[in-house]
Nanobody
Framework: QVQLVESGGGLVQAGGSLRLSCAAS????????MGWFRQAPGKEREFVAV????????YYADSAKGRFTISGDNAENTVYLQMNSLKPEDTAVYYC?????????????????????WGQGTQVTVSS
C-alpha cells in the first residue's frame, strides 16, 4: 500500500510561487495516476490537477490552468505541483492522491472518489 507525504506548503504573498511535493513510499508512483486536490475552510474539496505517467498526460482545473504545473520524477518517486502567480483564493490545504485505476481518460480523475490513497495535506496560505 502506497503512502503519500506532502510538503512544501507555507505562507506566501499574492503573486508569489510555491512548489509542493508528494513523496511516496511502499509503491512506485509511476504505477498510479496522481492527482492534487485542495480544500479551503468551509468549502468542499476540489480538484486541482492530475498526471498520468503513461503518456505523460496532464489535466488542470480551470482555476489552475496557466498558473500551476503538475509533474513527476520517477527517480525521486515524487510528484510536484508548481504554483505560480498565487492568489489569496488559492489558500487551502493541498492533498495529493493516487489512483489504482489507470485505464481511464485523463478527465475521469477529477473526482476525489476515483482515488485510493491520500496524503495528510500541506497548508498553503496566500496573503493579499
Amino acid at each position: 500500500q502506497v503512502q503519500l507525504v506532502e510538503s512544501g506548503g507555507g505562507l506566501v504573498q499574492a503573486g508569489g510561487s510555491l512548489r509542493l511535493s508528494c513523496a511516496a513510499s511502499g509503491g512506485t508512483l509511476s504505477s498510479y495516476v496522481m492527482g492534487w486536490f485542495r480544500q479551503a475552510p468551509g468549502k468542499e474539496r476540489e480538484f486541482v490537477a492530475v498526471i498520468k505517467w503513461s503518456g505523460s498526460s496532464t489535466y488542470y482545473a480551470d482555476s489552475a490552468k496557466g498558473r500551476f504545473t503538475i509533474s513527476g520524477d520517477n527517480a525521486e518517486n515524487t510528484v510536484y505541483l508548481q504554483m505560480n502567480s498565487l492568489k489569496p483564493e488559492d489558500t487551502a490545504v493541498y492533498y495529493c492522491a493516487a489512483s489504482n485505476r489507470i485505464s481511464y481518460g485523463i478527465t475521469w480523475y477529477q473526482q476525489g472518489k476515483k482515488y485510493d490513497y491520500w496524503g495528510q495535506g500541506t497548508q498553503v496560505t496566500v496573503s493579499s
